[in-house]
């Protein structure tokens, strides 16, 4: 059997560096062995193109979600089961049916309605320095969730509550939110309240439930921009020669984000997927029912397919990173938060061209790399 590097996902250098962790796992072989107190072990991908087989391999399987055993009243339970939990036809059916709602060109021509949105975060923040993660960056994605299925405005301050409840993964909070979206998203589809749910909800399309269930998707899904927009703030500001560029440059912008989402994209790991049977990969033996991840923090930084990858370059054209996952669960939403990152950091940066950061913390999450606070000063 191979030898396999271990990382415990309590170790300080985790929290503190996990590319650097995660690259020397790399450096090893392409599988690497993840422990921590109270699971077995997580076996991971460190290099991107085992990565991307794993993703597409039909002996791994995405395990039943955990939201199922939340304390939510009965009616909500028929609700919970999203695309993420689905494999095979069950699941490109949803998908083909959905896909025609997200696509690059339907995310351009929401641009118009996103920009305003920005526009107005920015004009609320204080004169004198904010915390841009609280103020600016996590209500972005909420609020855009809500001009997307048409939340009346007077709904919207509610609905941020429940974003809040759902960042915060799990207790009584993340459960108290799941009645109030189910109900607001079954006050939003009959009749359907947005053109995009016109169009999933047109002839041959998504029943009552599936929108339902697709607006709960959403709000899961959708709050990771906030954690993009700002690791992705402070990456910049703390590259000034990267952010010349773009202000030289403002074409490069489409560019920087996708470069962007490689050099310092919020999820660590994507989804565990389940070994289906007994089976050996790369020449370690895994047995059935063991999770296995992509180590997206390692995949995106793999010296084999990008050139000098430790580095931030907004110019870059090496494509294929992991930040949006890969193969038959691609993240569904990917143009809509490319397009949602573009706005946000461009209207943010030229707004404020003075902009400087205050003292910085990083949350100690082994499975996000993600910020405590943004603090600013303008």
Request: contains cysteine.
């Amino acid at each position: 059997m191979t030898d396999v590097p271990e990382i415990d996902l309590t170790d300080p250098a985790v929290h503190r560096d996990p590319f650097a962790v995660y690259g020397a796992a790399r450096e090893h072989g392409p599988v690497a062995k993840l422990v921590g107190p109270g699971f077995g072990p997580l076996w991971v991908l460190t290099r991107l193109a085992e990565a991307r087989a794993m993703l597409t391999d039909p002996r791994f399987a995405l395990g039943p979600g955990s939201y199922q055993a939340l304390d939510v009243p009965d009616h909500c339970r028929p609700y919970l089961r999203t695309m993420q939990e689905m494999e095979g036809a069950e699941h490109r059916r949803l998908r083909g049916l959905v896909s025609p709602a997200f696509t690059a060109r339907r995310a351009a021509d929401f641009r118009p309605r996103i920009e305003p949105i920005v526009d107005k975060l920015l004009d609320g923040l204080p004169a004198d320095g904010a915390d841009l993660l609280a103020g600016f960056a996590q209500p972005l994605p909420m609020e855009v969730i809500c001009e997307l299925v048409g939340v009346p405005e007077a709904d919207r301050p509610r609905w941020h509550i429940f974003g809040q409840n759902v960042v915060a993964g799990s207790g009584e909070s993340f459960a108290a939110a799941v009645p109030g979206i189910i109900d607001g998203a079954r006050g939003l589809t009959t009749p359907p309240a947005s053109e995009f749910l016109e169009l999933l909800a047109g002839t041959d399309g998504l029943s009552e439930p599936e929108l339902v269930t697709l607006v709960w998707q959403l709000v899961l899904a959708g709050q990771t921009p906030a954690n993009f927009v700002a690791n992705a703030v402070e990456a910049l500001l703390t590259h000034p020669d990267q952010l010349a560029v773009l202000r030289a440059e403002p074409e490069l912008w489409p560019t920087a984000v996708e470069e962007l989402m490689r050099w310092c994209g919020p999820q660590l790991l994507t989804i565990p997927r389940q070994a289906t049977e007994d089976l050996t990969l790369h020449g370690v033996a895994i047995r059935a029912g063991e999770p296995v991840s992509a180590a997206i923090a390692s995949a995106n930084r793999d010296p084999r397919v990008f050139t000098e990858p430790d580095r931030l370059d907004v110019r870059r054209t090496e494509g294929g990173h992991l930040g949006f996952a890969y193969g038959p669960h691609f993240c569904l939403g990917a143009a809509l938060a490319r397009v949602e990152a573009e706005v946000a950091l461009r209207g943010l940066l030229e707004r404020f061209p003075a902009l400087r950061l205050g003292d910085v913390r990083r949350a100690p999450d082994p499975g996000t790399w993600r910020l405590a606070g943004l603090p600013v000063s303008f």
